[in-house]
């Protein structure tokens, strides 16, 4: 096959999708709408071929199909808001296209879109990152800064208004931890009261207590005359008689 503006011999490669050859010299491609369809967004493509077999009036090309030798068609159209010119042979489906233009079509296929969406979004996360270390870098200059003026601050004071600032610090610190130590106060005696809660009897020679131990009440007599050994548990629901040592 022999360029269709410069007449010379051009290589091509085939495959089952139709065909492909480029001149260097006229930085033109001439392809098969099959492969076409392969390397680009396929729906565009298909709907524009389908455009192309449609509509009969369409502007003569000056040169015929390098393929089959009938008359080309020519068109504008938009790919990305950019215009591009197709010339195309209605005949055996053959596209004639600038470089650039069928660059155009490649840089409409998922993947490439894909590829692209990839890239901008790396360029968009390296951007944020730089960003971001250089408010680290101020944040880290604007504290030593700080803490440089407050120390020189410091040292510029006399002793009597330091001390009095460390006690003032104390007082707030023990502000802010007195509050739970309190309420833990009160707390440890609602417990307490918890723990001593129940009647208590005094007889002649025995105090009885009324006292829950696991989920049943129980009855604690202590002899007042025999000391330890006059210690005894006795079930309030249960009268059973044990003996504590
Ligand atoms: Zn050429
Ligand atoms: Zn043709």
Same mark, same amino acid.
């Given at each position: 096959? =022999?360029?269709?503006?410069?007449?010379?011999?051009?290589?091509?490669?085939?495959?089952?999708?139709?065909? #492909?050859?480029?001149?260097?010299?006229?930085?033109?491609?001439? &392809?098969?709408?099959?492969?076409?369809?392969?390397?680009?967004?396929?729906?565009?493509?298909?709907?524009?071929?389908?455009?192309?077999?449609?509509?009969? =009036?369409?502007?003569?090309?000056?040169?015929?199909?390098?393929?089959? @030798?009938?008359?080309?068609?020519?068109?504008? /159209?938009?790919?990305?808001?950019?215009?591009?010119?197709?010339?195309?042979?209605?005949?055996?489906?053959?596209?004639? /296209?600038? =470089?650039?233009?069928?660059?155009?079509?490649?840089?409409?296929?998922?993947?490439?879109?894909?590829?692209?969406?990839?890239?901008?979004?790396?360029?968009?996360?390296?951007? @944020? =990152?730089?960003? &971001?270390?250089?408010?680290?870098?101020?944040?880290?200059?604007?504290?030593?800064?700080?803490?440089?003026?407050?120390?020189?601050? @410091? !040292?510029? &004071?006399?002793?009597? *208004?330091?001390?009095?600032?460390? /006690?003032?610090?104390?007082?707030?610190?023990?502000?802010?931890?007195? #509050?739970?130590?309190?309420?833990? *106060?009160?707390?440890?005696?609602?417990?307490?009261?918890?723990?001593?809660?129940?009647?208590?009897?005094?007889?002649? !020679?025995?105090?009885?207590?009324?006292?829950? *131990?696991?989920?049943?009440?129980?009855?604690?007599?202590?002899?007042?005359?025999?000391?330890? @050994?006059?210690?005894?548990?006795?079930?309030?629901?249960?009268?059973?008689?044990?003996?504590?040592?």
């Amino acid at each position: 096959m =022999n360029c269709v503006q410069c007449k010379t011999a051009l290589a091509c490669s085939t495959s089952p999708d139709g065909m #492909i050859s480029e001149c260097q010299k006229c930085q033109l491609t001439i &392809l098969s709408v099959g492969r076409l369809l392969q390397a680009s967004d396929r729906r565009k493509v298909a709907s524009l071929w389908s455009y192309v077999t449609e509509v009969e =009036n369409f502007e003569p090309a000056q040169r015929d199909c390098p393929c089959c @030798q009938k008359p080309l068609i020519r068109f504008d /159209l938009s790919i990305e808001n950019q215009r591009h010119r197709v010339v195309a042979c209605k005949s055996c489906y053959t596209c004639i /296209l600038r =470089n650039q233009t069928h660059r155009a079509f490649l840089a409409t296929h998922p993947a490439a879109q894909e590829k692209r969406l990839l890239q901008a979004y790396q360029k968009r996360v390296e951007a @944020q =990152n730089l960003e &971001l270390e250089k408010i680290d870098r101020a944040v880290g200059t604007l504290f030593q800064d700080v803490h440089g003026s407050l120390s020189r601050f @410091q !040292d510029s &004071l006399p002793p009597q *208004i330091k001390r009095l600032a460390q /006690l003032l610090g104390f007082c707030a610190l023990m502000h802010f931890f007195g #509050i739970p130590i309190a309420l833990g *106060i009160v707390f440890g005696f609602m417990v307490a009261g918890r723990v001593f809660e129940g009647r208590v009897t005094i007889t002649e !020679d025995a105090v009885c207590a009324e006292k829950q *131990i696991g989920s049943k009440p129980h009855d604690i007599f202590v002899s007042q005359s025999a000391g330890a @050994q006059g210690v005894q548990v006795r079930s309030a629901r249960h009268p059973t008689t044990q003996k504590a040592a």
